[in-house]
């Protein structure tokens, strides 16, 4: 069975300019979450979406957004591109239901550099 | 606000050593989970422990969940190269929020 997949694996952009990440969920996966990863740190929290609602959002500003299909998939976009945005984005599917401890497989990423 | 503080923040041993890294927070959490991510992948999911206290064993990894849910600790017997990465545990308030992780190098 596929993992979960992201694209594209690397990108490369200016600041102001727009950008959309795509990422495909294992199969069966309801609930697909973003995260942010800058060099040296851990993860950090952006959204959550689970049967193509938003269950959660971090401290991200409103240039972050995203959206989730009717077959699970997502894409996150990110307006407005600053240097600060440049980092690794993960992307996280899981069986999650309410009350139960989530397990996240997480894909590969995306890197992006923001010139 | 950082509320998973892990240590040390880098750790370099030689093969065959024992070590132990560290996760702390001054906050409750429904479950602790413990990732290792290599360079260029995602993070790839080691243990979930959910009750105060517990331990699990994963080979020669052993995982202790601290009796009031606001800690936890990983332990590597005879560490090996294999080991080298990045450990990451992260707490479940909702979603999940990671700590800044221990990278790991095991020398042959």
């Known amino acids: 069975d596929a993992g979960v997949t992201q694209s594209p694996t690397h990108l490369i952009k200016t600041r102001g300019q727009q950008v959309t990440l795509r990422c495909s969920p294992i199969s069966g996966h309801k609930s697909v979450s973003w995260y942010q990863q800058v060099l040296g740190q851990g993860p950090q929290f952006i959204f959550q979406?689970?049967?193509?609602?938003?269950?959660g959002r971090g401290n991200f500003p409103d240039r972050f957004s995203a959206r989730q299909f009717p077959n699970y998939s997502s894409e996150l976009n990110v307006n407005a591109l600053l240097l600060g945005d440049s980092a690794l984005y993960l992307c996280?599917?899981?069986?999650?239901?309410?009350?139960?401890?989530?397990?996240?497989?997480f894909g590969s990423g995306t890197q992006l550099s923001v010139l | 606000t950082q509320l998973l503080e892990q240590s040390p923040q880098f750790l370099s041993i030689q093969e065959g050593e024992n070590l132990t890294v560290y996760c702390n927070s001054s906050s409750v959490f429904s479950s602790l989970q413990w990732y290792r991510q290599e360079p260029g992948e995602g993070p790839v999911l080691l243990v979930t422990?959910?009750?105060?206290?517990e331990v699990k064993k994963l080979k020669r990894l052993t995982f202790q969940f601290g009796d009031a849910r606001k800690d936890s600790s990983l332990h590597i017997t005879a560490a090996q190269p294999g080991d080298t990465g990045l450990y990451l545990c992260?707490?479940?308030?909702?979603?999940?929020?990671f700590g800044k992780g221990t990278k790991l190098s095991v020398k042959p």
């Open positions: 422990v959910v009750t105060g206290g």
């Open positions: 996280a599917s899981s069986s999650w239901r309410v009350g139960t401890n989530e397990k996240l497989f």
């Open positions: 979406y689970y049967e193509k609602e938003e269950r």
């Open positions: 992260a707490g479940s308030q909702g979603n999940l929020i």
